[in-house]
């Protein structure tokens, strides 16, 4: 199909949660386009950590099922981690108790208080999904382009500029939302990474302070591990600041000492597309068109990705 054929579906947005979109819209049969702005090596999906869990996100009540529904699909797509991106690796979740968790927690396989060796004070041990998302994006654009859809380099200036081209759209604009739609609940929260060559290290790690902008974890990705970080809400900065990567490597190494002499292997920032609560919904539209909106997903975007990709193919589907 070619990008001037009609759709039955334009998703806006090249993100993990519009490739998602469209891949699950595709394989539902959907004549499906998807626009970005960015090609997805360039997106904030692309800089992400990669680590399944619902962090920073609202509402609660259904975060914790579209978690879920995701993370059964990459325990699946794990089967295939060298295509997919998506490995199961064990780790700590520190100063995290199952009681401060919602009743999603109780459903997450193997979950469970850390023992002493595994980390001193009060933790959570889990075997979870750890995406490699550059690996992850290009699998998902390889899965939409065989299920029919087609990927354009495009920036909407509208929504009803894709409406004019497809009777139904699925916005998926992350931060681009708040100029697109416009909604001036959603805003950035940076995210500050450090690259290093690995030292060795096999197990994920993280410590957040809700009191604090600083973050503290280590993940072991394919040929790296990636040091993270931080969440500096409303900065639209891209620019990684030295001295906070500094800050960064100093508080991994306080966990694990070997991280301290690492290669440095690059810097990277994100700015997560946050929302007090992710939108999900539809609106109708003048002469039988749909508008389905799904963003606002924050620092979570992998963690949901399945379960909000699925709600909002319902959504388009109703009639």
């Known amino acids: 199909m070619g990008g001037s054929d009609r759709a039955d579906v334009v998703v806006v947005g090249g993100g993990v949660i519009g490739l998602t979109t469209a891949v699950v819209l595709a394989e539902r049969g959907r004549r499906v386009r998807l626009w970005t702005r960015d090609p997805a090596e360039r997106t904030t999906s692309a800089v992400a950590g990669g680590l399944w ?45 199952l009681d401060g968790l919602g009743p999603w927690a109780a459903r997450v396989p193997g979950l469970r208080a850390a023992t002493g060796a595994e980390y001193a004070g009060v933790g959570l041990w889990a075997r ?12 998902l654009r390889q899965r939409l382009l065989a299920a029919g859809g087609t990927v354009e380099r495009r920036a909407a200036r509208s929504l009803d500029e894709a409406l004019g081209e497809a009777p139904s759209v699925v916005n998926c604009a992350g931060l681009g939302a708040r ?15 450090v690259l290093v060559e ?18 503290t974890y280590f993940l072991p990705q394919p040929g790296r591990l990636v040091l993270g ?13 030295p001295a906070v990567a500094a800050a960064i490597v100093e508080r991994c190494a306080r966990v694990r000492p070997e991280i301290g002499a690492a290669r440095v292997l690059g810097h990277r920032v994100g700015l997560r597309p946050a929302r007090p609560a ?9 002469g039988g068109r749909t508008l389905v909106h799904n963003y606002g997903h924050g620092g979570a975007g992998v963690t949901v990705a399945w379960g909000c990709a699925r709600a909002a193919a319902r959504l388009v589907e109703e009639p």
């Open 53 to 97: 869990w619902p962090y920073r996100i609202e509402p609660e009540a259904l975060v914790g099922e579209w978690s879920l529904e995701t993370l059964a699909v990459y325990v699946e797509l794990a089967a295939d981690a060298q295509r997919t991106g998506v490995r199961m690796v064990e780790g700590v979740h520190a100063e995290t108790a």
């Open 278 to 286: 992710v939108r999900l919904e539809h609106e109708r539209r003048g």
């Open 179 to 193: 100029e697109l739609v416009p909604d001036d609940a959603v805003r950035p929260v940076r995210g500050q990474l």
């Open 128 to 139: 979870l999904p750890l995406i490699d998302m550059p690996t992850h994006l290009a699998w």
């Open 198 to 215: 690995n030292p060795g290290i096999r197990t994920w790690f993280t410590a957040a302070d809700s009191a604090s902008t600083a973050t």
């Open 229 to 241: 970080g931080t969440a500096d809400d409303g900065d639209w900065s891209l620019e990684p600041d």
